[in-house]
């Protein structure tokens, strides 16, 4: 049985193509949660390289074209249907997704 754990509205990124939201399973962790071209897509915010967060102040992310998130800190750069780091110091690795599912504007976590 799939439960749903509401993460965030559709509304809530307004002109932002991410948003972050505490992860409401484990209160040391937060998850991106990203609006791409073609659905919504959610990682849970820490950077591969070392395992900081993404965000250069809290909830505010870097992305280039849409289509790439950057960390912080030493600019990786992951793409954001994939999770994949495309360039960067950890490229070939991936953020941690997270699954999530789109029901009337909101955003829930799949368990
Ligand atoms: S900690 Fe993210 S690129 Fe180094």
Known sequence: MVTLIKLCE?????????????HPEDANKSIVVIQGQDGVYAYENICPHYSV??????????TYKNRQIMCAHHSA???ITTG?????????HSLTAVQVEV????????R
């Open 10 to 22: 559709q509304a809530d990124f307004q002109e932002k193509l991410c948003v972050r939201v505490e």
């Open 77 to 79: 750069m992951f793409d």
């Open 53 to 62: 967060q993404l965000d250069y102040k809290t909830g505010v992310f870097n």
């Open 103 to 110: 029901k009337e504007g909101i955003v829930y976590l799949k």
């Open 84 to 92: 994949e780091c495309v360039d960067g110091p950890c490229k070939g």
